[in-house]
């Protein structure tokens, strides 16, 4: 047996390390159970039908990301029958937003090819041994989380309201959603994971669970066809890597978006002398990530071609003149470490849910295609196959003798919130604990005017930008998870104090 630490952004999910580890499970099959437990039992944050990044370093190999990420659907149709079935929805959610939902928002799942792809080339238990803490835990109920209330007290009727079962799971007989804490039970989620453990991602993309989420899509006008059920593949690629200190650091690579945006504010931060945040390391900051994030909005989010306008952030972030040229989404998470130096970092999205669930199969399908602040066309613009785009960003970092694996929710607040966390633990030597707890901001451009975003307790600079202040920590800057293991000073986990997180450290 090994030991294995995970932390991940749900309390129910970390008990999977214990079940997982117990059987010979190494970090990858440890995260990936309780990946797969956490999008089951977090109805409205995410769900199994949806996309997924898997960031992996194992001792002596140079670092993979899988990617898993929703695709556009599409393939064998005329392009006359796609861009029907998609359903605008305004909800008051995070201050006011629009999505779009119905199935002609839901996009190519592939966390679970991802997830199956992962396993084969890095796990070390049984692919059923992987989803047993899923089944049993969905076939017994399991608690609402407060995260998962406070959603679904703005969409429980406009989008959960689409499926008879799945409203019926999160809504007591008078219409209201269920309280916090309440045990949930979806019908036949737990007899689909059987079936997944029992078949492979096979049954999923081409046996049974196919013909129903197909069938389901195409008559609510939707574009998903069997063909790219069929086709849909997981690829791996060498990780994007940036380096901090002594610390080399992997993320996920082009298409996505996130990790090269992570990266460039590693590269464009830099190292600093200062030992502590101040208002001249915030003023920094902050330059930093508006010099990022606005080129991401005018670049990296309206390109088909990821990858050279990602390059090119991160030769200007690299070569200083990222700062003078360009200054003017739901997710869970899961990280875990081993005692043998193999890290895995696993971020995995449904969007804000489409509010379809195929009849008897008890999965809430996506809306990759609507979610408008990442695809911010139309949803039939993009060629059919091609991925979508992502704040994804799950990260495992490497020094002499220790490897640290990171990430988090959290829409566009991921990056900015992992790069805080590395430079509170990389730079400034605060615990993991402190790292992640300390307070944060946020370079908003996600309406008509950019502010700041703040927690309290920072000395902030001055700047041209209105500030927006929070109380105390709060769950909209994110929720990294954290897991490190040093071969001389042993473990260290801490997961975000902002949402309902889990931590486990599996010592047999």
């Known amino acids: 047996m090994t030991r294995v630490a995970v932390a991940t952004t749900s309390a129910v999910a970390a008990g999977a390390t214990t079940e997982v580890a117990a059987a010979g499970g190494n970090a990858v099959d440890c995260a990936l159970a309780t990946a797969i437990l956490s999008m089951n039992t977090e109805p409205g944050v995410c769900s199994f039908a949806g996309g997924a990044y898997v960031t992996i370093w194992a001792p002596d190999s140079e670092p993979v990301a899988i990617d898993g990420i929703h695709a556009v659907p599409g393939l064998g149709l005329d392009a006359a029958e796609r861009g029907h079935g998609a359903v605008p929805v305004e909800l008051e959610y995070g201050g006011g937003m629009t999505t779009i939902v119905g199935s002609g928002s839901v996009a190519v799942p592939g966390a679970l090819a991802a997830f199956e792809q992962a396993w084969r080339h890095y796990g070390n238990v049984s692919w059923d041994e992987i989803f047993r803490p899923a089944i049993r835990t969905t076939a017994d109920g399991f608690p609402l989380s407060a995260s998962c209330h406070y959603y679904l007290g703005y969409c429980g009727e406009r989008i959960y309201g689409r499926s008879k079962d799945g409203y019926h799971a999160l809504h ?110 915030l003023d920094r900051l902050v330059h930093v990530h508006r010099a990022c994030l606005d080129y991401r909005r005018e670049h990296l989010d309206l390109t088909d071609e990821v990858g050279p306008e990602a390059a090119k952030l991160i030769e200007a972030a690299t070569d200083g003149r990222l700062l003078s040229d360009f200054v003017s989404a739901s997710t869970v998470h899961t990280s875990a470490v081993d005692e043998n130096g193999l890290g895995c970092s696993i971020t995995a999205s449904a969007g804000y849910g489409a509010g379809e669930m195929p009849e008897g199969t008890g999965l809430w399908l996506n809306n990759g295609l609507g979610e408008v602040e990442l695809n911010r066309r139309d949803v039939a613009s993009r060629p059919p196959g091609s991925r979508l785009p992502s704040n994804m960003a799950p990260t495992v970092a490497r020094c002499e003798g220790g490897v640290l694996a990171i990430g988090s929710p959290g829409a566009d607040r991921i990056t900015s919130a992992i790069h805080q966390v590395l430079v509170n633990a990389v730079q400034f030597g605060m615990p993991l604990e402190d790292a992640i707890a300390h307070p944060r901001l946020h370079v908003d451009m996600s309406g008509s005017k950019d502010q700041l975003a703040a927690e309290s307790g920072l000395d902030l600079p001055d700047t041209d930008l209105p500030v927006r202040r929070f109380d105390g920590i709060n769950m909209y800057f994110g929720g990294v998870g954290a897991a490190h293991y040093d071969a001389s000073t042993g473990f260290e986990i801490a997961a975000d104090p902002r949402r309902e997180s889990g931590t486990l450290l599996y010592e047999g």
């Not at 669970?209 to 066809?225: F, K, M, P």
């Not at 200190?245 to 090269?260: F, H, K, L």
């Open 172 to 281: 007591t007989e008078d219409g209201n959603v269920r309280p916090k804490g309440s045990r949930i039970i979806v019908p036949h989620l737990s007899e689909s994971l059987e079936k997944i453990a029992d078949g492979g991602a096979d049954v999923f993309y081409r046996g049974e669970l196919a013909e129903r989420i197909i069938d389901h899509v195409r008559r609510g006008n939707g574009s998903l066809t069997a063909r790219d059920m069929d086709e849909y593949e997981a690829i791996e690629r060498p990780a994007l890597i940036a380096e901090l200190g002594d610390w080399r650091i992997a993320t996920n690579p082009p298409p996505a978006v996130g990790g090269a945006v992570l990266a460039a504010m590693l590269l464009a931060f830099g190292e600093t002398e200062a030992r502590s945040w101040n208002r001249e390391t």
